[in-house]
């Protein structure tokens, strides 16, 4: 085990954030969780974990520098999808302006794989737009950009269709996507903390399997016990609804993510890397009904 550290965890109730703050109070780090809302119950239950809690967000710059006072890492994201790609940017500047002002040892910083690549996706763009900030601000850094996340499968949006016996996504039946649990990245989070100066600087795309359309749905199928199948459709249809969505799975067909799941596997032992059946066989599908 490594030395002990305390650590802010911004977003600490979301998805991403609070599978990191798992992983670190489960290697026996402190947590600071930053939440809006510390009566929240996602809250309330780091904080029965042993997390302590702070409150604030990143319009707020002070409230961030105030919660990153005396921590010796910080993991964070930002996101375009409360109120645009403009404000996730804009959320970059304030975060790494407060880790700066708080004298943050090492920000290990959520992006998305490939954003590195001129994609053409606003959500990838804006994402290494607040990356090439940071490198550029003289904080010790990591990036950590995961591909496309396993629990997508269960998110609201795919619900419906699943719970009809179909897995809907808008590429080819025959077409691999690379994929990882937001489990994985919450424990490569942790990693690249307990690792610090050998990743300074560094930038990692990580995934933890790539099956096709067609071999997700028997996956995931045979987890649920029930008869799924898969329904590609052309990512026009998701115009209408995200322009930033179509250009993704667009991207996805035509070029495709490229970390290099072998190497990951090799030289980050410590991660407990899943498959998409392992990620399968921990879920609870009987919300399929």
Same mark, same amino acid.
């Given at each position: 085990?490594?030395?002990?550290?305390?650590?802010?965890?911004?977003?600490?109730?979301?998805?991403?954030?609070?599978?990191?703050?798992?992983?670190?109070?489960?290697?026996?780090?402190?947590?600071?969780?930053?939440?809006?809302?510390?009566?929240?119950?996602?809250?309330?239950?780091?904080?029965?974990?042993?997390?302590?809690?702070?409150?604030?967000?990143?319009?707020?710059?002070?409230?961030?520098?105030?919660?990153?006072?005396?921590?010796?890492?910080?993991?964070?994201?930002?996101?375009?999808?409360?109120?645009?790609?403009?404000?996730?940017?804009?959320?970059?500047?304030?975060?790494?302006?407060?880790?700066?002002?708080?004298?943050?040892?090492?920000?290990?910083?959520?992006?998305?794989?490939?954003?590195?690549?001129?994609?053409?996706?606003?959500?990838?763009?804006?994402?290494?737009?607040?990356?090439?900030?940071?490198?550029?601000?003289?904080?010790?850094?990591?990036?950590?950009?995961?591909?496309?996340?396993?629990?997508?499968?269960?998110?609201?949006?795919?619900?419906?269709?699943?719970?009809?016996?179909?897995?809907?996504?808008?590429?080819?039946?025959?077409?691999?996507?690379?994929?990882?649990?937001?489990?994985?990245?919450?424990?490569?989070? +942790? @990693?690249?903390? #307990?690792? !610090?100066?050998?990743? *300074?600087?560094?930038? %990692?795309?990580? /995934?933890?399997? &790539?099956?096709?359309?067609?071999?997700?749905?028997?996956?995931?199928?045979? +987890? @649920?016990?029930? #008869?799924? !199948?898969?329904?590609? *459709?052309?990512?026009? %249809?998701?115009? /209408?609804?995200? &322009?930033?969505?179509?250009?993704?799975?667009?991207?996805?067909?035509?070029?495709?993510?490229?970390?290099?799941?072998?190497?990951?596997?090799?030289?980050?032992?410590?991660?407990?890397?899943?498959?998409?059946?392992?990620?399968?066989?921990?879920?609870?599908?009987?919300?399929?009904?």
């Amino acid at each position: 085990m490594s030395e002990k550290k305390t650590v802010l965890v911004a977003g600490a109730t979301g998805n991403q954030g609070g599978a990191a703050a798992k992983a670190l109070l489960q290697r026996g780090h402190k947590v600071v969780a930053l939440t809006r809302n510390p009566e929240s119950e996602k809250a309330q239950a780091l904080a029965a974990r042993g997390a302590s809690l702070a409150v604030g967000d990143f319009s707020d710059r002070d409230s961030l520098v105030q919660a990153a006072a005396g921590v010796d890492a910080a993991y964070a994201m930002t996101t375009p999808f409360e109120a645009g790609i403009d404000a996730e940017i804009e959320q970059g500047n304030m975060l790494i302006e407060a880790m700066v002002a708080a004298n943050v040892g090492h920000l290990v910083l959520g992006s998305v794989a490939d954003a590195n690549n001129k994609t053409g996706i606003p959500h990838f763009d804006s994402k290494f737009e607040v990356e090439k900030r940071l490198a550029a601000s003289g904080l010790a850094y990591t990036i950590v950009a995961p591909v496309y996340f396993m629990d997508n499968a269960l998110a609201v949006w795919g619900l419906p269709a699943l719970k009809e016996g179909k897995l809907a996504m808008a590429l080819p039946e025959d077409k691999a996507l690379q994929q990882v649990s937001v489990k994985n990245i919450g424990e490569f989070a +942790a @990693a690249m903390i #307990e690792r !610090r100066e050998a990743v *300074f600087g560094r930038r %990692f795309d990580i /995934a933890g399997d &790539e099956p096709t359309g067609s071999q997700a749905a028997a996956i995931i199928a045979k +987890a @649920a016990g029930r #008869e799924i !199948r898969y329904e590609g *459709f052309p990512p026009d %249809f998701l115009r /209408a609804q995200s &322009e930033d969505l179509a250009l993704m799975f667009e991207w996805f067909e035509r070029t495709g993510y490229s970390a290099d799941i072998n190497a990951l596997r090799r030289d980050f032992p410590e991660i407990a890397w899943q498959s998409l059946e392992d990620w399968a066989g921990e879920q609870d599908w009987s919300v399929l009904g």
